[in-house]
Each structure stands twice: as structure tokens, then as C-alpha cells.
């Protein structure tokens, strides 16, 4: 049915019809854009990649080759891992892991930044009978989500890293410095050690010869005779030199590891190892690390906290700048700028 007083629409194309109506300067017609933005975007980044997998294939065809069939299948991996940061990727050996805090804060402040240009969402999109909740859970009860609203602040529960690697591994990390500052042994005077440890530390920390730095931040063997031997588990456990160190690698064949019930059964409430260390002079020494240090239960100082921010941001911004940056962070509740 048509008519002289209607538009016929059917005679233009979607670029047409968008061309129209582009121009106008309206509220609603602002989010609209902001969509039409972001769906640019995100298409943009896709195209890309596919365009990239694509032309290394064509030339590089995944049924003759092995090795191009092995790129072919971690591309599609490492798509699967940026939609949810799904634990797998660091349940074999990926260099996947580090991308997932990126990726979401990446997410964090994008949605901040279309907020503030007026895009909106659904407002119950966590609760909703379709919502984040249905899709990635069970049957979810909202019902008290904000029964301590204002009360119960889930950031004092954080933990906070004192070492770089697989959180797993740091109970027994703790547990054998621990020892070592009680007794005052050097790594050299251990005959024997074992770690008794809850499952996850098992499946997630598995590598007992890690040959490359990601094998090494998910090995609880070289985890530990690392902290033993230099003191600490930093950046600087990763680089090539400390990797082959040979006091590291002659302590790690000198470490079992079994489950142990009774740490296995605290978790997840408590992340405990048992450290047991037989000394060459005949010493048997044990201890039961009950929490990471790190954790709520058992929190890093001020003096640590300032040391792991120095030793990570000074080689990239300079000392003078990060203890500048340090001064600014610890004047903060003082700050008139903010509000109270």
C-alpha cells in the first residue's frame, strides 16, 4: 500500500536511509551513534583479525602443514579466552593468563567511558531473567544483594600478590621462607623437602621441569627452591639467567609435593601449604602456613606494599617518579580534590 503523503522507503538502502537521518541532533539519536561507534570498533577488531589469520593461512594452508594447523587452533583459543577469561587457559601451557586483568579492565573503562557519553543499558542485566546471572550460573539468588550495601566493603578482602607466579603456590612459598628466617639454613643445607598442598595447587602448578617462564610461573617446584635460593619470586625469577640458575634446579629435584587432607579440606576458605624440610645435618623441620601472605587473613604491610610498588614501577618511570607517584597514592584520603 503506498501513498503520495508516505515515504517509499523501499526505493533507498540502509547507507541512504542512515545518511538521513545521521544529521540530526537529538538525545536518543546520540546513543544510537555511540552504538553504530562501537559496533565499528568492535567489527574493526575482528576484521582485522581475520583478515590477519587469513592471509598468513592462505599462504601458510593448515592441511599441509602441522605447524600451521597448531596457529590456526590458538587463534580460535585465544578468542575463546578473551570472551570470559576462562581458567583453562592456565591450566596448560598458554600465555594467555596476564591478557584476562587486561582485557577486563580494558572493559571497565570502555563501559565508563560510553557511560558518560549517555549510552545506556539494561538496568537489570545482572538480574534479569536473561541476564549475566541466568547465563553464567545456575539459579542465582539476588535476593540479598544489597543487604550490606555500605557496610561490607569486599575490597578489604582482597588479596594482594607478594609474589609473581600462580597464586597457588604461594602458601608454601611463605611456609619455606618461614623456616628458613626461624632456623637459618641456607638452601645448600636441605636434604629433602616436601609440600603438602590442597588440589588446586596440584592441577594449576603442575610443571616439575619448566623449561620456559610461563611453564615457571605454574610450577610449585620452581616456585619454592626459587624463593629459597634468592629470597624472593619477582620479575626477575623469569629472565633466562634465573631460570637455569643451577642452585634453583639441583633444590627443585630435592622437592616431592602430595595432597595433604586436612589443607586440601580448609580450601577455598584458607590457601594453606605444610612445609616439611629434612636438614643435611640431621634437622627435621615443619610448619603449617594457615594463609598466604597477602591475603586478608594475613596482610602485607605498609613497608611491603611500597617495595613491590618501587621494585615494579621504577624501571619503567624512573625512581624519583615512583616514589613521587608512591607520595601521591599514600595523601590520597587527604586529597580536598576528592570527596568524602
Not at 592462505?58 to 583459543?77: G, L, M, R, V, Y
Not at 555500605?150 to 611456609?175: E, P, S, V
Request: glycine share 8%; charged share 20%.
Amino acid at each position: 500500500m503506498t501513498s503520495p503523503h508516505l515515504t517509499d522507503w523501499g526505493q533507498y538502502g540502509l547507507a541512504d536511509i542512515w545518511n538521513m537521518v545521521s544529521q540530526d541532533e537529538f538525545d536518543n539519536f546520540s546513543h544510537v551513534r555511540a552504538w553504530k561507534k562501537m559496533q565499528e570498533l568492535c567489527q574493526g577488531m575482528a576484521d582485522a583479525l581475520k583478515r590477519a589469520a587469513d592471509d598468513i593461512l592462505a599462504h601458510w594452508p593448515p592441511d599441509k602443514s602441522p605447524a600451521a594447523a597448531a596457529f590456526a587452533e590458538k587463534i580460535q583459543t585465544l578468542a575463546a579466552t578473551f570472551t570470559a577469561g576462562l581458567q583453562q587457559a592456565f591450566r596448560t601451557e598458554a600465555m594467555a593468563k596476564p591478557l584476562h586483568a587486561g582485557r577486563a579492565a580494558e572493559a571497565g573503562v570502555l563501559a565508563a567511558q560510553l557511560a558518560a557519553r549517555g549510552m545506556r543499558s539494561s538496568l537489570d542485566a545482572l538480574e534479569g531473567e536473561f541476564g549475566l546471572g541466568q547465563a553464567m550460573s545456575d539459579g542465582p539468588d539476588w535476593s540479598q544483594l544489597g543487604a550490606t550495601l555500605g557496610k561490607d566493603f569486599h575490597i578489604m578482602r582482597l588479596t594482594f600478590k607478594n609474589h609473581i607466579g600462580c597464586g597457588h603456590t604461594f602458601a608454601a612459598i611463605d611456609g619455606a621462607l618461614a623456616l628458613q628466617q626461624l632456623h637459618g639454613f641456607s638452601h645448600a643445607d636441605i636434604e629433602s623437602m616436601h609440600l603438602g598442598v590442597y588440589r588446586p595447587t596440584l592441577d594449576i602448578a603442575p610443571h616439575v621441569d619448566p623449561q620456559t617462564a610461563d611453564q615457571a610461573r605454574f610450577s610449585l617446584h620452581y616456585m619454592v627452591a626459587c624463593a629459597l635460593v634468592h629470597g624472593r619470586v619477582r620479575l626477575s625469577a623469569y629472565e633466562p639467567a634465573r631460570l637455569n640458575d643451577p642452585a634453583t634446579r639441583a633444590l627443585m629435584q630435592r622437592i616431592t609435593k602430595a595432597l595433604d587432607p586436612e589443607v586440601d579440606a580448609g580450601f577455598p576458605g584458607r590457601r594453606a601449604a605444610r612445609v616439611a624440610i629434612t636438614l643435611r645435618d640431621g634437622r627435621q623441620l615443619s610448619h603449617l602456613q594457615p594463609d598466604r601472605k597477602g591475603d586478608p587473613e594475613l596482610p602485607l604491610s605498609d613497608a611491603d606494599l611500597e617495595g613491590k610498588l618501587l621494585e615494579l614501577a621504577a624501571p619503567v618511570i624512573g625512581e624519583h617518579e615512583a616514589r613521587a607517584l608512591l607520595a601521591r597514592i599514600w595523601a590520597l584520603p587527604t586529597n580536598p580534590a576528592l570527596p568524602t
